[in-house]
C-alpha cells in the first residue's frame, strides 16, 4: 500500500467526522485503528489522493478488499459498491433500529459484501445506539 501522508490522513479523518464512511461507526468506539481505504484498489489504478480514500473501520476494510462491486441478489447484475466520494449515504441506506438496511442496488451489495448486519455488528450497534454514540 502506498504512503499516505499525515496532512492527507488527517483530512481524510476530519471529512469523515471520525466514522467509518461505509458502516457509520465511531471511531472512537472502535477497539482497533480505522484505515485509509482505497475507494478503488491501487490494484485497479485507484491513486492515493483525497478523492479516492475513505476513512473506513477494519470490518469493512477487509471484507470489500480490492473488490469494486458485486451481484445485486435481487437483479443479477455486477453493482459497484457505495461510493462515499461521490454517493450520499442516506441515499443507498438507512438505519432500522440497529440494521442498516439497503435502499437500492449499490446499498444491497454494499450491505452484503461489507457484511454490515452480521449478528456481532447488530450488537456492537445496538450497544452505541442505547448509549447515544452511534446516529
Known amino acids: 500500500m502506498t504512503y499516505v501522508s499525515a496532512q492527507l490522513r488527517k483530512l481524510v479523518i476530519e471529512r469523515a467526522n471520525h466514522r467509518c464512511e461505509y458502516c457509520l461507526f465511531p471511531q472512537r468506539a472502535a477497539l482497533f485503528s480505522f484505515e485509509m481505504e482505497h475507494i ?3 490494484k485497479h489504478r485507484g491513486t492515493t489522493e ?3 480514500l475513505a476513512l473506513a473501520c477494519p470490518y469493512c476494510n477487509r471484507a470489500k478488499g480490492t473488490d469494486l462491486g458485486s451481484i445485486d441478489p435481487e437483479t443479477g447484475k455486477l453493482t459497484p459498491f457505495f461510493n462515499p ?3 450520499k449515504w442516506s441515499d443507498h441506506f438507512q438505519m432500522n433500529g440497529a440494521e442498516i438496511a439497503p ?3 449499490v446499498g444491497r451489495v454494499t ?3 461489507l ?3 452480521q449478528s456481532e455488528r447488530l ?3 445496538d450497544r452505541l445506539i442505547l448509549g447515544g454514540q452511534y446516529s
Open 115 to 117: 457484511q454490515f448486519n
Open 111 to 113: 450491505v452484503e459484501i
Open 123 to 125: 450488537e456492537e450497534r
Open 40 to 42: 478503488i484498489a491501487e
Open 50 to 52: 483525497a478523492e479516492n
Open 85 to 87: 466520494r461521490t454517493q
Open 103 to 105: 435502499l437500492t442496488s
